[in-house]
């Protein structure tokens, strides 16, 4: 990035025991466009679509290439999450961060319950426990919990089927039914209504509504993913007729 070639060296020990080296100063940093970047008149938005880099931007709106990193500096939302992801690259994202299977319930899984025979109370299904379906004979260790949308979540992918109970694998005295199954990407993230306000579908008896409600709508872990990215695709940029004034500010700044 030609951003940090204007970084004066400074001496640098990469490790505790290892001889300091000259290496460019990547702590210097200049607040130029801190102090404009809510000025109207010296930036436009412009929206990113799929597939296009930031260098190709730069070369569209400034005829070099060797801007991009303006992009980064002015726009807070792309030094913190990133540039927007294209659609295949998006689905694959949100496939590695949730590769799991969720187990969609309308059984209470928040109270404890108490053994009708034995009189001892515990905990439902928990983290860490082991869940055996009673008619699929899939089984699998529980990850987390969403109690509040009636999500419990076990590791890697499991053939759970809907309909059927899952039981405890230590003791199936304790159970839930399954509604549905879904893998971990395509489950709830949360419910909203129209207004687009998250929904609380927990029940005064502790019960949550699956269904969301006749009014609300479903938002997926993947829909949620898509909103977050889409967010990211239209960034403030520098006009055309400021942008060396500006750019050369900063330079100066850091180097100074």
């Known amino acids: 990035m030609t951003y940090f070639n204007q970084h004066p060296n400074t001496l640098y020990r990469f490790g505790n025991n290892e001889q300091p080296i000259l290496f460019q100063d990547l702590s210097r940093y200049a607040d130029v466009l801190d102090q404009i970047k809510d000025d109207v008149s010296v930036y436009e938005e412009f929206t ?3 597939n296009m ?12 290439p060797d801007l991009h990193w303006t992009f980064y500096l002015l726009n807070d939302k792309l030094r913190e999450q990133g540039w927007p992801l294209s659609e295949v690259d998006l689905l694959a994202e949100c496939k590695k961060d949730f590769p799991n299977t969720a187990l969609v319930t309308a059984t209470d899984i928040i109270s404890k319950q108490t053994n009708a025979v034995t009189g001892i109370t515990k905990d439902r299904i ?13 089984s699998g260790v529980v ?4 109690v509040e949308l009636g999500l419990v979540v076990v590791k890697g992918t499991q053939a759970f089927t809907a309909g059927e109970t899952a039981v405890l694998s230590s003791d199936t005295s304790v159970s839930m039914i399954i509604t549905s199954v879904v893998e971990e990407h395509l489950s709830t993230h949360h419910w909203e209504n129209a207004s687009g306000t998250y929904v609380d579908l927990i ?54």
């Open 126 to 138: 928990i983290p860490g426990a082991t869940i055996t379906g009673q008619n699929s004979g899939a």
């Open 143 to 146: 990850d987390h919990r969403h």
């Open 48 to 50: 990113i679509i799929e």
């Open 53 to 64: 880099r930031a260098d190709q931007i730069s070369q569209r709106l400034y005829g070099t």
């Open 203 to 256: 029940g005064s008896n502790g019960i949550v509504d699956i269904t969301g409600g006749a009014s609300n709508v479903e938002v997926t872990q993947i829909d949620n993913f898509r909103v977050v990215n889409n967010n990211l695709k239209t960034i403030k940029v520098l006009k055309r007729d400021v942008v060396g004034q500006v750019t050369s500010a900063i330079k100066a700044a850091i180097k100074s």
